[in-house]
């Protein structure tokens, strides 16, 4: 998901549990880390992304 290729959340929501984790446990995308938080396939996916999401805003913010 960090390549420049266009994607939706729609696809990153399709995307197989295995993608779902890795962009949860790797990404830096806010925008596909909030669409895993929401809508990712496993409670852990969701977990993963939604505190990946929180640790990137709060680095933001201290910056």
Do not use: Y
Request: charged residues 35%; positive net charge; hydrophobic residues 40%.
């Amino acid at each position: 998901m960090t390549l420049a290729l266009p994607w939706t959340p729609d696809e990153v929501g399709e995307a197989s549990d295995w993608l779902q984790r890795r962009i949860a446990e790797r990404s830096d995308v806010r925008a596909a880390l909030a669409a895993l938080a929401e809508t990712g396939r496993t409670r852990r996916v969701r977990n993963t992304a939604g505190s990946r999401l929180a640790r990137l805003t709060r680095r933001r913010d201290h910056a």
